[in-house]
């Protein structure tokens, strides 16, 4: 175990020159994957062994970019980061309510790889990898599952032909997400042709990107990954901060990046017991998102997939935090807080109601009309009466 090494670029337990560690490929190539590599990074629960040996055989598989895994408190199995890429024993548990697809995307599938679970919009699937597989992955059914073969070998252009046909043959999808797995992963060139090929769909009007890489592993955000990103004119970043501790600065770096080059960065966090079911964490969240410009969209209630119970909040706590959080940021940083209903019926945004009572307008006095009256609940409990024009 060496847990007194610094966890700095320049002395890692990996003993990575700084040049290295700049380098996504050489940070993807060093990926955490085994038990033991684990080990010389963490001293591991006897819940997080056990968790890890049963991820290196059936689940979701393990893989931790040096990066990120350097984020993560060597000693203290609550720290958020840890949580979130270490497997736990626990995973080998299923409660009331889980799914192993809880979105229903297999049944939405309407091409190989293409999901569409709305009338305007479809999920293009491009690849299986991520960087880090985080332990709440909603298609933990299927990410890292492949083999080179049958993961992003297999959606080339080629394979990912029905899927465009699809959509050529279907203009009333106007909005197509690209995601996986982890898109960033692939290389610049097949981001580009994937994107210039959903460019060539008039009917497409813009992409959202989904990739974690600003997070866990932003040496990905070179260059030459947004000039990738710029094959299609309109295209959105959406990106996945769970905690403020993932704001760093080599994440901020990736984030001025890309809102450098010109793409709107927003992210999607999940709410997680024990990561950031606190509303100080999820304050300091928000603003340091919007800090470095990357908007807070959505603030999702974690979904019920199977084996991932340890990490669900009940839907009260996230009504409560998002009270509360209401109160205590701007508009601009505070997200809706969405519930992807279990089957894939698609999401629902939800918030404590702030109304105490509402009455119709009435004529009590002939020739006297009444206006109605709502009386709402603001941020500080008063009840605040707001009378309609007459
Ligand atoms: S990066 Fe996204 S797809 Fe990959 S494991 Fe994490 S949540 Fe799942």
New binding site residues.
């Given amino acids: 175990m060496n847990l007194s090494l610094p966890l700095h670029p320049a002395n890692t337990p990996l003993d990575a020159p700084n040049q290295q560690w700049g380098d996504w490929k050489w940070q993807a190539r060093h990926a955490l994957t085994t038990l033991k590599q684990l080990q010389e990074r963490f001293q591991l629960t006897p819940e997080e062994v056990r968790g890890t040996a049963r991820a290196l055989v059936q689940g979701l598989p393990l893989s931790v970019t040096p990066y990120y895994a350097s984020l993560g408190d060597p000693v203290d199995p609550h720290c958020p980061i840890r949580q979130q890429c270490i497997p736990n024993i626990l995973e080998d548990t299923e409660i009331p309510g889980d799914l192993q697809d809880p979105l229903g995307e297999e049944k939405h599938e309407v091409a190989p790889h293409l999901v569409q679970r709305y009338p305007d919009r479809a999920l293009l699937l491009v690849t299986d990898r ?1 960087g ?3 332990r709440f ?3 933990s059914r299927m ?1 890292g599952q492949g083999t080179p073969e049958q993961g992003p070998g297999a959606r080339n252009l080629k394979s990912l032909e029905p899927a465009f046909q699809y959509l050529r043959n279907h203009p009333e999808v106007q909005d197509v997400i690209v995601s ?3 898109p960033g992963l692939l290389s610049d060139a097949r981001i580009a042709a994937v994107l210039e090929q959903l460019a060539n769909i008039k009917s497409v009007q813009w992409v959202r990107f989904a990739t ?1 890489t600003p997070v866990t592993l932003p040496q990905r955000v070179t260059p030459g990954f947004c000039q990738a990103l710029r094959s299609h004119p309109s295209l959105w970043l959406m990106t ?1 901060f769970n905690h403020p501790k993932e704001i760093t600065p080599e994440s901020e770096a990736a984030c001025a990046a890309l809102v450098n080059a010109g793409i709107p960065v927003m992210n999607q966090s999940v709410l997680l017991r024990g990561i950031n079911d606190d509303v100080a964490t999820l304050e300091s969240l928000f603003r340091g998102l919007v800090r470095i410009r990357v908007r807070p969209y959505y603030l999702l209630q974690a979904d019920p997939v199977r084996g991932t119970g340890h990490f669900r909040t009940p839907l009260q706590t996230g009504l409560d935090l998002m009270a509360q959080i209401q109160g205590r940021v701007s508009g601009i940083a505070v997200p809706k807080f969405i519930v992807d209903t279990p089957g894939g019926h698609g999401k629902v945004a939800i918030q404590k109601d702030p109304v105490i009572s509402r009455t119709a307008p009435s004529m009590d006095l002939p020739g006297t009309t009444m206006p109605g009256t709502t009386t709402l609940r603001t941020f500080r409990g008063e009840h605040v009466d707001y009378v309609d024009p007459a």
């Fill in positions: 991520c880090v597989y985080c992955c909603t298609r990410v996986g797995g982890d974690r996945h």
